[in-house]
């Protein structure tokens, strides 16, 4: 018997069943297809300024920087000045993604590179999914045009995320990435990002900057 | 079995601890630090305690449909690409990884954090068939540097100090400049960053554990705070998830009830710094990320504790709540339990993976307070498990004889309310007339193991039975 086959043969008959019976059959597929939300907490069922105030808030409060600018054509302004202001080189690692690509970089000094990082990155950029205002995660899909290594490797993170993406709960963005890729299916990656990669683990003392980036700065564009 | 247990020397691993100074004064750092964060983070979330209803009720669902989900996980894994094995047991778990490793030729593996990659002892065995394996959880790096097992699921090196990490750093960083200045915990971070950054890049295969699998995605997901278990995965050709079964969950949304009380239980974060999801290997579309993607399911025990009593030990989601408020844990640390998994959640697993005979004393170092079962985010009975445990260890003759001689003798009175209380109330007033001067005694026969670290109060002459009569009386008139 192949391992497979006798841990199945273990567990069913640990549960009593042969696998067979046709209304746990049903109940399982029922709870795949119709996947039933829990308890969502109150807190993020808020809309409008409301929603993104409390992302913002939440942002902040996991160590992150947020700001706000009015219009996708202002984001790269808007960087340059984050990384002057913190005596940051004038460089920055971006994938493909043609809402960045849009941008008017060519307004500003900042030197751009393109492509998946190799870990050598200072600065990067990201364009997120989406926003959770319940906790103040961005959620980002893994693509060329938002290649995982930069989430990870940069020291600076930057990641822009659309005020119109930004959803209450976690449950609102699986809605939309079900729409994207179908039900049942996902992108290779789907990162949450809740703050700046951080440690605890010598004397339970705080320090930010663990393996990943030491800065989250997060851009909020109205549109 | 897998690693070395020195969990049948518990009370000598215990007496220890007990007298380790560097470690009792790291243990402070878990009284303090994860009780009040944890509180604060329920408190403000008015929807916790019912969230964890949820999460023991979606755990318990996925339990009872066990087979059926697994089947629905493994064929989504099969379609996104992935490849998934299945192991028995430990011996099983390790030739997958390492047949693994060898088709791709591997030299040096990244390691996320994971308990199960603990629990087959995989680390010993790729080094012993020449790949180097490279913790990169910072806490499993210093530990690994130690050739310790983590003493805490999520804090794997809460049992040292700053000081015993820098004299690990300067032992093994030789190629760094011997007067650089640690003296700070930022400067050991930044180096353990930098000495990990080069592994990262170099590694040939990344390996994590999984916090949880979902069976509507054929999705594998960690949740760390570093990063580490990202940078694990992405940057090598080939990606192995170890999980043992119990980890799968239903749906995405089932995922996300159980994630909003994995953070707060185990650090009181609203949310860990990195969750991530991973489904398959590398797509067309994608410009990074592995190109193979293997999945290693591992029994272990788990299914034939399914249909037991200790069915509900498997709703556990490592988060670390039972040993942060058990008080046997922050007297003696997670070595002490002498296996890979410390404090009450460690008391019940232990005795199921590796036998009651072996780590009976597990159950026994509990004082039944219950605070564990109390912070638990799935409400794991844990000190119901611990004394069935108990129970077991009796029916078969395991407990030690003087145990069983003065339970006996316990009984014999407990079966005669009569002698019972003739017998406890001449006790009570011997004991409180020999000890009516001092208030305490600080030697009693046969209580030499009690008194000799505290003193014993005396009765006050009074039975518990006697004093509960008269207040009942009292009440009544």
Redesign the interface.
């Known amino acids: 018997m ?3 086959d ?3 043969a ?3 008959r ?4 042969n ?1 067979t019976e046709k209304i ?2 049903q ?2 597929a029922d ?2 297809e119709r ?9 993020g069922q808020v809309s409008g300024e409301e929603r993104i105030a409390l992302f913002k808030t ?1 942002v902040e ?2 160590l992150a920087t947020v700001t706000e600018v009015s219009s996708a054509a202002e984001v790269p302004q808007s960087i340059a000045l984050f990384l002057r202001n913190h005596n940051l080189p004038a460089t920055l690692r971006m ?2 993604d043609p809402r960045l690509n849009a941008m008017p970089w060519s307004d500003t000094a900042l030197e751009i590179a393109h ?2 990082s ?2 050598r990155d200072l600065n990067a950029v990201s364009h997120a999914f989406g926003g959770i205002a ?4 961005l959620a980002m899909v ?3 045009d938002n ?3 930069l ?3 940069p020291d600076n993170h930057i990641i822009v995320v659309s005020a119109k993406d930004i959803a209450g ?3 609102s963005v ?1 809605n939309r ?1 079900r729409f994207a890729y179908g039900k ?22 705080l ?1 930010l ?5 030491r800065r989250l700065h997060v851009v909020v564009v109205r549109d | 079995m897998t690693v070395h247990s020195t969990s049948p020397q518990f009370k000598q691993n215990a007496a220890r601890a007990l007298n380790d100074h560097q470690l009792q004064k ?1 243990l402070g ?2 009284k ?3 009780i009040d964060k944890r509180q604060m983070a329920a408190d403000k ?3 916790f305690e ?2 964890r209803d ?1 999460a023991r009720d ?1 755990k318990n ?1 996925t339990l ?7 089947e ?1 996980y493994e064929e ?1 894994v099969k379609a ?1 690409g992935g490849h998934v094995h ?3 047991d430990a011996a ?1 778990a390790r030739e997958i990884i390492l047949g693994i490793c060898r088709e791709t030729n591997a030299k040096t593996v990244t390691k996320g954090k994971s308990m199960i990659s603990e629990e087959i002892g995989i680390n010993h065995h790729l080094e012993a068939n020449g790949i180097t394996p490279v913790e ?4 499993e790096y ?1 530990i690994q540097l130690r050739n310790e097992l983590p003493s805490h699921i999520i ?4 049992h ?3 000081t015993q ?1 820098e004299e690990d750093f300067r032992r093994v960083h030789t190629h760094l400049d011997a007067k650089r200045d640690l003296s700070e ?2 400067q ?3 180096e353990a ?1 930098a000495v ?2 080069e592994r ?2 170099a590694a040939d295969v990344g390996v994590t554990g999984a916090n949880f699998l979902v ?5 594998s997901i960690i949740v760390t ?4 278990g ?2 694990t995965q ?2 090598p050709k080939t990606h192995i998830v170890l999980a043992s ?1 119990e980890k799968l969950v ?5 995922v ?2 159980l ?2 009380v994995l953070a707060r239980s185990a ?1 009181g ?15 067309s ?5 592995p190109e193979n993607y293997h999945v290693v ?1 591992i ?1 272990n025990g788990r ?6 009593a200790f069915e509900e030990m498997l709703r556990c989601i490592r988060c670390g709540a039972c040993m942060n408020h058990c008080p046997v844990y922050h007297a003696v640390g997670g070595h002490a339990y002498g296996w890979v998994y410390p404090g009450p959640m460690g008391a019940v697993l232990t005795p199921s993976l590796i036998g009651v005979d072996k780590a009976g004393h597990l159950p026994n170092a509990s004082t039944f307070c219950g605070r564990c079962e109390s912070v638990c985010p799935v409400r794991i009975p844990l000190p119901k498990l611990m004394r069935h445990w108990r129970e077991r260890e009796f029916e078969r003759h395991l407990t030690p004889a003087t145990v069983r001689s003065g339970l006996q003798l316990w009984g014999f009175f407990a079966k005669r309310p009569g002698l019972y209380r003739f017998a406890t109330r001449a006790a009570m007033g011997a004991l409180s007339f020999a000890g009516r001067q001092r208030g305490r005694f600080t030697w009693l026969p046969m209580a030499k193991g009690w008194t000799k670290y505290r003193d014993f109060p005396a009765p006050q002459g009074e039975t518990f039975q006697q004093r509960w009569k008269r207040e009942r009386s009292g009440r009544a008139a």
């Open positions: 192949s391992a497979r006798d841990i199945f273990n567990i069913r640990s549960l009593g069943v696998g746990r059959h109940i399982v709870r795949l996947s039933p939300k829990g308890v969502i907490p109150k807190r939440m409060t996991s994938g493909d492509g998946p190799e870990g319940e906790s103040g995660t893994s693509s060329a290649p995982s290594t989430n990870f490797l709960d976690y449950e699986w990435v049942g299916s996902m992108p290779r990656t789907v990162n949450w990002i809740t703050g700046p990669s951080r440690s605890g683990d010598i004397e339970q003392t320090l900057g663990a393996h990943g980036p | 790291a750092n878990v303090q630090g994860f979330l008015p929807e019912a969230l949820a979606i669902h009872e449909h066990l087979d059926l989900y697994l629905s989504k996104s299945f192991a028995r099983e990169t959880d910072l806490g210093i804090a794997p090196a809460v040292l100090n700053a990490v915990p930022v050991l971070l930044t960053r990990l950054r990262f890049l069976a509507e995605t054929g999705t705070n570093e990063g580490n990202d940078l992405i940057l079964i239903p749906t995405l949304e089932d996300s009830q994630l909003r650090t974060q609203e949310m860990s710094v990195y969750t991530t999801f991973s489904t398959g290997p590398r797509r579309t994608d410009a990074d990320g399911l029994d299914s034939s504790m399914l249909g037991t």
